[in-house]
Every structure is written in structure tokens, then in C-alpha cells.
């Protein structure tokens, strides 16, 4: 037996356990309806699968490390029609998924033994790419105390009850998975908080498109000094072709594009092609997010019913996450209990809140209606 690193120690992302399961019983001819990840159900917007076809009869192959001109343009233009921005595309960097452009973050702004703020509860992911880089991570409660988010006096309270000073905050909005929603105002006050102390503000995008409440802003809206990292994932139904961006500022192109050479070469040049296509979809797309509306809605009022109460606010993306204590005190058993015994998969909140998650869990309804309908009912008559 070979050792393995303590890096690669980290905590599982219980989601995709999750989802694996929910898969073999699927594939044994179990009726699962799986609201355990954030996939939307919807397939790729029709431009998207046009483009990639076409190109398909012509050679594919590397592009330049950060993306072909061709996207990087259109992201620019994205930002110039929703934000009002002159984003200049060389600042652009077009990564293989938000994955990608989470590592080569770290990996810029960081040194091991750096520490870096997430909110709690949180995307897993976040903690355990920051763990296996040798990186400290503080986990900051982001409750009704504090709208949900992460704030100025929040990460004042974390670095004094640490005793250690931040080189990183790391913020969603909308946010995995309590759905908030920052607003223009609360960016703009950390951004400033980050600018006057010498932090470096990373601020996730990837649900943009998704907001059903508040107000959606960019970090790029305050400041040009964040990092930006966004996705197609999402909004734009792409999550299998593994294509993100980043909008960085000027001083870190040069050094995220050295990274990107050695550890991706380039993202793929046929998901960039339909990801440049997807830009054009936005009548079809915003038919798709109509769709969530409903299922939100459906969601908000009949899971308190059955006695889920919403724990955060549903102001974006597609998650419900609610308390369950009043069943368990055990979030990941009461998820592969309600898997076998009724074949709906969701996540537990362990994934999300190390401390607090045992009492919570996180439903997607990025799916259709028809089954989350179906879903709940079979969850109200399991826990009658």
C-alpha cells in the first residue's frame, strides 16, 4: 500500500455520495426522483447544441490557456448589457468549470498556512479545496443575525475570536445553499472592508441569472479588485461541459494564466463553442428559470407543511434548505433512510455546516414540477 497525503484527507462531498446511490438504485429499477444536486433538468439551450454540432466536422483542439477571444468577448458584452460594464477581455479568464477557477484562485492569492473566510453554512467544496491546499480555513456563521451573509463585523468577530488576521474572504451570492441573495450595498461594504485591510475578496456568481428576490448584483458592480468566478453550469443548463470564467483584475491575469497552462492546458475548445453560443439563449433560458419560480414557490409553502421549516432565505439559485430536527438529529441517516424507504434523494446539511447540519437538509428544485410534486408527497405520507 502506497501512503496518501494529508492533503487528500478531506471530508467527502456528501452530495455526490449521495447522488452515486440514488444512481445504482435508479439503475436497479427504483422510481428515484434525485433533488440532491444542483443540475438543472432542463438540456442544454438549443444555440448551444447547434454550435457544438457544427463544429464537430472541424478539428478540435487546444486553444490559449485562458479561452478563445471569441467567449472571452462575448462574457464581455454579458457584462456591458447587465451590469453596464466595460469589462476589457483580456481580463477574462475561461477555466474548465467554476472548479478550475476556484483552484487557480487559491492557488494565486494564497500561500499554505494563509487563512481564508467562507460562510457557514457553505458550499462544501470551498473548505475541503482550501484543506487540501494546506490553507485555514474560518468558517463564518452566516445566520439571521447577520442577513445570512458574510459582513464586515461578522469577519471582525471571526479574526478575533481566531486570533489570526484574514489574507481571503470567499463569498456566494446567490448563495449554495441558503439561497441569499447579497445586494449592492452589502458587496460594497465588504469589498471595502477587504480593500482597506488588505484582503483579497473572491466572489462566487455561479447562480446569477437565479435570483427570484433582492436585489442581483456583481462585485465588479463596487469594485475591480475582486476576483470574480462565475459558470455555464447554472443558469445556462451546461453542467456537464465543464466550462466556467473568471474576471480578474489586471495585476492577475499574468500569473492565473501561467497556472492554467501547466495544470489544464486549456479548457475545451468544443464546450467553449457552445458556451459562446449559450450567451444567445436568453428568451429559452429565462423560460427554464420560470419553471424553477413555480417549483419555488410549490416548495415554500407545502415543505413547512410536512414540517420542514425554511431555515434560510429561497431569494436565489434553486435550493431549499431547511430544519429537520423535528424528525432527526441526524441529517446524513435521515437522508439515506428517506432514499431507501421512498426513493427521493436529497443532501444532507453536513455537508454545508460542519457545526449545525445535522439538523438540516438541502433540496434542489431544479428539476420539473411533476416530480418534485411527486417527491413531496411521498416524503409527507413516509413521515406520517
Known amino acids: 500500500m502506497f501512503p496518501?497525503?494529508?492533503?487528500?484527507?478531506?471530508?467527502?462531498?456528501?452530495?455526490?455520495?449521495?447522488?452515486a446511490e440514488a444512481n445504482r438504485r435508479s439503475d436497479a429499477g427504483h422510481p428515484v426522483i434525485s433533488m440532491a444536486v444542483g443540475q438543472p433538468a432542463h438540456g442544454v439551450p438549443s444555440a448551444a447544441v447547434a454550435a457544438a454540432r457544427?463544429?464537430?466536422?472541424?478539428?478540435?483542439?487546444?486553444?490559449?490557456?485562458?479561452?478563445?477571444?471569441?467567449?472571452?468577448?462575448?462574457i464581455a458584452e454579458l457584462y456591458r448589457r447587465q451590469h453596464g460594464l466595460a469589462i476589457d477581455p483580456k481580463r477574462i479568464?475561461?477555466?474548465?468549470?467554476?472548479?478550475?477557477?476556484?483552484?487557480?484562485?487559491?492557488?494565486?492569492?494564497?500561500?499554505?498556512g494563509d487563512s481564508v473566510a467562507i460562510a457557514r453554512p457553505g458550499y462544501p467544496a470551498y473548505r475541503n479545496i482550501l484543506k487540501a491546499l494546506g490553507i485555514n480555513v474560518v468558517e463564518v456563521p452566516a445566520d439571521a443575525a447577520s442577513g445570512f451573509t458574510l459582513t464586515p463585523e461578522s469577519l471582525e468577530r471571526a479574526q478575533a475570536k481566531a486570533g489570526l488576521k484574514l489574507k481571503g474572504v470567499l463569498l456566494a451570492s446567490p448563495a449554495n445553499p441558503t439561497g441569499t441573495v447579497t445586494g449592492r450595498a452589502g458587496l460594497k461594504a465588504l469589498a471595502d472592508y477587504c480593500s482597506d485591510n488588505s484582503i483579497a475578496f473572491i466572489s462566487d456568481e455561479i447562480y446569477?441569472?437565479?435570483?427570484?428576490?433582492?436585489?442581483?448584483?456583481?462585485?465588479?458592480?463596487?469594485?475591480d479588485e475582486a476576483i470574480i468566478i462565475n459558470s455555464f453550469s447554472k443558469y445556462?443548463?451546461?453542467?456537464?461541459?465543464?466550462?466556467?470564467?473568471?474576471v480578474l483584475p489586471e495585476a492577475l491575469v499574468r500569473p492565473v494564466e501561467c497556472l492554467a497552462q501547466s495544470l489544464y492546458i486549456s479548457p475545451p475548445e468544443l464546450s467553449q463553442i457552445a458556451a459562446t453560443a449559450a450567451l444567445t439563449a436568453t428568451a429559452e433560458l429565462e423560460a427554464v428559470k420560470s419553471g424553477y419560480?413555480?417549483?419555488?414557490?410549490?416548495?415554500?409553502?407545502?415543505?413547512?407543511?410536512?414540517?420542514?421549516?425554511?431555515?434560510?432565505?429561497?431569494?436565489?439559485?434553486?435550493?431549499?434548505?431547511?430544519?429537520?430536527?423535528?424528525?432527526?438529529?441526524?441529517?446524513?441517516?435521515f437522508a439515506r433512510e428517506m432514499l431507501a424507504a421512498v426513493n427521493v434523494a436529497a443532501t444532507p446539511g453536513l455537508d454545508f455546516d460542519p457545526e449545525e447540519g445535522h439538523r438540516a437538509m438541502r433540496f434542489s428544485y431544479a428539476g420539473s414540477i411533476a416530480e418534485i410534486e411527486e417527491a413531496v408527497g411521498r416524503i409527507a405520507n413516509w413521515l406520517k
Not at 4 to 19: G, K, N, Q, T, W
Not at 95 to 112: M, R, Y
Request: hydrophobic letters at 45%.
Open 236 to 246: 445556462y443548463c451546461m453542467t456537464g461541459w465543464r466550462i466556467g470564467w473568471m
Open 93 to 112: 479568464a475561461v477555466t474548465t468549470g467554476s472548479s478550475a477557477g476556484f483552484n487557480l484562485a487559491f492557488l494565486t492569492l494564497f500561500d499554505a
Open 208 to 223: 446569477h441569472g437565479l435570483t427570484f428576490a433582492g436585489e442581483e448584483a456583481s462585485a465588479l458592480d463596487v469594485t
Open 54 to 74: 457544427a463544429a464537430l466536422t472541424e478539428r478540435i483542439g487546444y486553444t490559449d490557456a485562458l479561452g478563445t477571444v471569441r467567449l472571452k468577448v462575448a
Open 4 to 19: 496518501v497525503s494529508r492533503r487528500s484527507a478531506v471530508e467527502p462531498f456528501h452530495a455526490m455520495d449521495v447522488l
Open 293 to 333: 419560480r413555480t417549483n419555488r414557490e410549490f416548495l415554500m409553502k407545502s415543505l413547512p407543511e410536512i414540517g420542514f421549516g425554511i431555515a434560510s432565505p429561497m431569494d436565489g439559485a434553486f435550493y431549499a434548505y431547511v430544519d429537520v430536527s423535528r424528525f432527526t438529529n441526524d441529517s446524513m441517516t
